[in-house]
């Protein structure tokens, strides 16, 4: 996850379907405060392409990053400090260019859910919502002990974490052939709904009835803007999850009571002297 963290979106080098582009390209060391350009030197006729990223927003972008985030791919800030993102590096296990660009959109849709999920309950059960004994706090509703002590579930915590377990391997596999070979899970018979998971060719944007049942970003442009508000909430839900579990170590309070405890006393109650303490005993 932090290597997805830490990373934008990559292409390996600018494509062309004629002339080829080669993979080491010659940037023009122009940089300017918060854009660059880039010039790209053909392998054919000696024609040169240029990718303007002067009006781009840049993060830490330098040469050599720019060679190979071209701003094509929402996201993209040029943000790769450790160039773990760089075509030339090969594959490394599962640190590759395309499955660091995959693992980090479906973190951060992970990310989103998890955030929303352990903060939820807590809001509508301090609202009255729904009842007390049901607005666990995130971190208590599992089966480590000791912090884990739900027991309003339909079975045990155990059961219930083994059932997830289970389940939860079944949905990574097939997402994990659906990456290896994109299109396949149409193919593989599926309780007849093989039709709605054939996936889009694009294993981090499957689309479809079942993946985009709304139909939205019908144009290329407004499908762009929405994958480029979707990677930025993800990386924002990533480092909350982490603040979120950062806080119940040190407070032990969940995230909406310590925004409350936060808004009432902000100089008592914030990261500096949260640190003064941890799990809220020190």
């Not at 009255?128 to 339909?154: K, L």
């Not at 997830?164 to 097939?174: N, S, T, W």
């Not at 032990?252 to 006393?265: E, M, R, T, V």
Request: hydrophobic letters at 40%; charged letters at 15%.
């Amino acid at each position: 996850m932090a290597a997805a963290l830490l990373s934008s979106p990559v292409v390996a080098g600018v494509q062309a379907a004629k002339p080829k582009f080669v993979t080491t390209p010659k940037v023009n060391p122009t940089v300017h405060g918060l854009g660059a350009s880039l010039r790209v030197k053909a392998e054919e006729g000696g024609k040169v392409a240029t990718v303007d990223r002067s009006k781009d927003t840049l993060f830490f972008a330098d040469e050599n990053s720019l060679t190979y985030l071209d701003g094509t791919l929402p996201g993209d800030y040029g943000f790769d400090p450790f160039g773990l993102l760089e075509p030339g590096n090969g594959d490394v296990g599962f640190i590759n260019p395309s499955w660091l660009r995959y693992s980090e959109v479906i973190h951060g849709r992970f990310a989103m859910l998890g955030a929303a999920g352990c903060i939820t309950p807590e809001i509508l059960s301090s609202l009255g919502v729904i009842p007390e004994s049901t607005g666990i706090v995130w971190y208590r509703n599992g089966v480590i002990p000791p912090a884990g002590s739900s027991d309003v579930y339909w079975c045990d915590p155990y059961t219930l974490f083994f059932v997830e377990v289970v389940a939860m391997q079944f949905a990574e596999l097939r997402r994990l052939q659906d990456y290896r070979k994109p299109g396949s899970m149409g193919k593989q018979y599926f309780l007849g709904m093989e039709g709605v998971l054939g996936g889009s060719g694009d294993p981090s944007y499957p689309g479809g009835a079942f993946f985009n049942m709304f139909n939205l970003g019908k144009t290329e442009e407004s499908m762009k803007v929405m994958k480029t508000r979707e990677i930025k909430n993800g990386r924002l839900a990533m480092m909350a999850m982490f603040g979120f579990g950062s806080q119940a170590i040190l407070t032990g309070k969940g995230p909406y009571q310590n925004l409350l405890d936060h808004l009432a006393d902000p100089f008592n109650n914030n990261i500096l002297t949260n640190w003064t303490s941890v799990y809220g005993q020190l």
